[in-house]
């Protein structure tokens, strides 16, 4: 039987910070943190800072890292319901490349999420996508499936705009007044305020790490799978069980009160520290 294309699908993932047993899917003696833990808990501490107090949704696998190191960290925090992942690949990013089967899973999937148009303006907080960013491709067609949702739901932009945010991570290079960035062509972002795209930088060993090379506890999730039984059905090769173990060690790692007070003082170097709501969080994590 074909499965039903308004049935929302979601990749299976373990709850890694509830903690679901695992069993022998993980090593006797597990591993320590990885290697670009110190680089990661930077990136992780401006991305909390750079959210503007918004719910942080990953977006795809690539950031999985950041979440799982997020988990650990904001477990005993008023955070601990803010981090979510948005299992999402656009294979390229057109925005009009979509099906009208692909257009209904999506909407489906955003709606079993809480992200529908109509849920969307009457947000407390802002929605921020997360992601590692190269020139924007995802982003734009995420955008662009929701931009249009909107407007057949005929839910007024002027509710939905405000909620509306998209944090890149990008390769950290050298910076000029000439310096390339990735939401300067991209037309769509000039229909948001001017604060609501927002980037951090990453190392460029570890953007490729985690972008290209690192092996993902899920599969890619685009839109050939977005109905696809198979997804939700829990991988036990040995490529993910060295991801598992990958992922257990940076929820380990966010619990560690070094780790919560390193990203703590990463906030406190930021800009929006003197924001209510920053200074309220880093304190949570400090103590």
Not at 11 to 16: A, E, I, S
Not at 152 to 161: G, M
């Given at each position: 039987m074909s499965p039903d294309p308004e049935e929302p699908v979601r990749?299976?993932?373990?709850?890694?910070v509830r903690g679901d047993r695992l069993g022998t899917l993980l090593p006797e003696d597990p591993p320590g943190p990885p290697w670009y833990l110190d680089e990661l808990v930077g990136c992780a501490g401006r991305i909390l800072a750079r959210c503007g107090n918004g719910d942080l949704y990953f977006v795809g696998r690539s950031l999985d890292s950041v979440h799982d190191l997020l988990g650990g960290a904001l477990a005993a925090t008023s955070w601990r319901e803010r981090l979510h992942l948005l299992p999402f690949s656009a294979y390229g990013g057109r925005r009009r490349g979509f099906a009208a089967a692909d257009v209904r899973r999506f909407r489906a999937r955003l709606a079993a999420a809480g992200l529908a148009p109509r849920d969307l303006a009457g947000r407390p907080r802002p929605v921020v996508f997360a992601d590692i960013v190269?020139?924007?491709?995802?982003?734009?067609?995420?955008?662009?499936?929701?931009?249009?949702?909107?407007?057949?739901?005929?839910?007024?932009?002027?509710?939905?705009?405000?909620?509306?945010?998209?944090?890149?991570?990008?390769?950290?290079?050298?910076t000029s007044p000439t310096t390339w960035r990735w939401q300067q062509r991209s037309a769509?972002?000039?229909?948001?305020?001017?604060?609501?795209?927002?980037?951090?930088?990453?190392?460029?060993?570890?953007?490729?790490?985690?972008?290209?090379?690192?092996?993902?506890?899920?599969?890619?999730?685009?839109?050939?799978r977005w109905a696809d039984p198979e997804v939700t059905r829990p991988p036990r090769d040995e490529a993910a069980r060295a991801a598992l173990a990958e992922a257990v060690s940076l929820v380990r790692a966010g619990r560690d009160r070094e780790v919560r007070r390193r990203l703590a003082r990463v906030m406190a170097g930021e800009p929006a520290v003197t924001e209510p709501w920053l200074r309220a969080l880093a304190a949570e994590l400090r103590a």
């Open positions: 990749p299976f993932r373990w709850d890694l190269s020139v924007g491709g995802t982003f734009e067609a995420l955008y662009g499936l929701i931009r249009d949702w909107i407007d057949d739901e005929r839910v007024p932009w002027r509710a939905v705009r405000p909620k509306l945010r998209f944090l890149g991570v990008t390769a950290r290079k050298h769509w972002t000039a229909d948001l305020p001017p604060r609501a795209v927002v980037n951090v930088s990453l190392a460029p060993d570890v953007w490729r790490c985690l972008g290209e090379v690192q092996h993902k506890l899920t599969r890619s999730f685009h839109r050939g």
